[in-house]
């Protein structure tokens, strides 16, 4: 019988697909007790590729760490990306309460010759400036590093929330001078393309981790964000990759997928990743890896450079198209208005995403308590029908909103 990792989905006949025998007996990687190895795995030439972080001039790998899993207690996990070129570590307040940070924090601590070697991003939320300076000291503390070389406002939905009038880029400015981050930039999942494009029209806006995925990457919009950014040199980082969304289907469309990239050799969430990368303008993947068979399987398909085909393409297209009902493409500005401003439809969706996709259940029930408690108390009653009309995905959102309220409680 296949051995499965419920959590990827990835077959252990999948596995050794993907990196072979050979590559499990040289890299010493038992699938089983997770026993660590210093090869990277995969048939790829060479290390893990590395891209320029846009104006930054940092190469960073194209691999990026998410750290929404126990960094505390996954400390050898840590090591192992490390050993594998993934140097480059994310995390956020939100992640854990702070204990995502503290987790690297461990890791500094037993090695801090890995401090000049490592790449290390953390987000805040969109406090004012002025309680950003004791957020980020919180944070410096927690991470026990004196510097972040990335420093993001977290779950930005309007750029406009922290470019007028300058007070984030004087504080931004002022924060390198004081030499506590390197470089400031934000994150996104709403409205992305709208942030982008308006980011693009400033100077000091650095790098952006913002949703990009198959589902994501082919409308214009997107694409004139992206080129947008690169010009102006921001460095892109893809976030919430793998396209996953707020219904979970075991659909006919999914095993077909998972089939056609197999007989290529990758699974689809290989494929997934393959597909952002072969954009030149995204500097890194951004992914939650939580268990050495993820990271192994991520590391094995970035370092392998066998391009898709036009056909693999196709196929993913495809696959978006079939499933499109199941995913919400953070267009936030559309259902909010729809509902005059009366729920705040696409956070909750990412709620439900947490919740659903990557199964973290205290993570989604954190974020959907930060919302506003008129806003969740009122999530039942309001009529989104005009919101279904609107919808590009076509999400069927009022039994969705139900659905959250009674299960992020
Ligand atoms: S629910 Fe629909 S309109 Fe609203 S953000 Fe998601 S995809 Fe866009």
Redesign the pocket.
Known sequence: MEKKDKSEGLTRRAFIKTIGLAGIASIGLDVDNGALGSEPPGDGKGPLPRRRLGKTGVEVPVLSLGGMFDTINNQLLLRQSLDWGVNFWDTAELYGNGSSEEGYGRFLTRNPDARKQLFIATKLHHYEPEALTEGLDKALKRLCTDYVDLFSVHCITDFSAIAAPKKYRDWASGAKKAGKIKFFGFSSHTNMEDCMLDAAKTEWIDAIMFSYNFRLMHTQKMKEAVVACAEKGIGLIAIKTQGGGQIKTDSEAELQLAGRFLERGFTDKQAKIKAIMENPHISSICSQMPSVTILSANVAALRDQTPLTRSDFELLERFSAETHSSY?????R??HEAVGGAAP??EV?RCLMYYRDYGERDLAREVYAGLPLEARARLTQIDYSP?EK????R?A?SKLMREASEILV
């Open positions: 919400c493409a953070g267009c936030g559309i259902c439809v696409s969706m919101a609107a919808c590009p995905q999400l959102i």
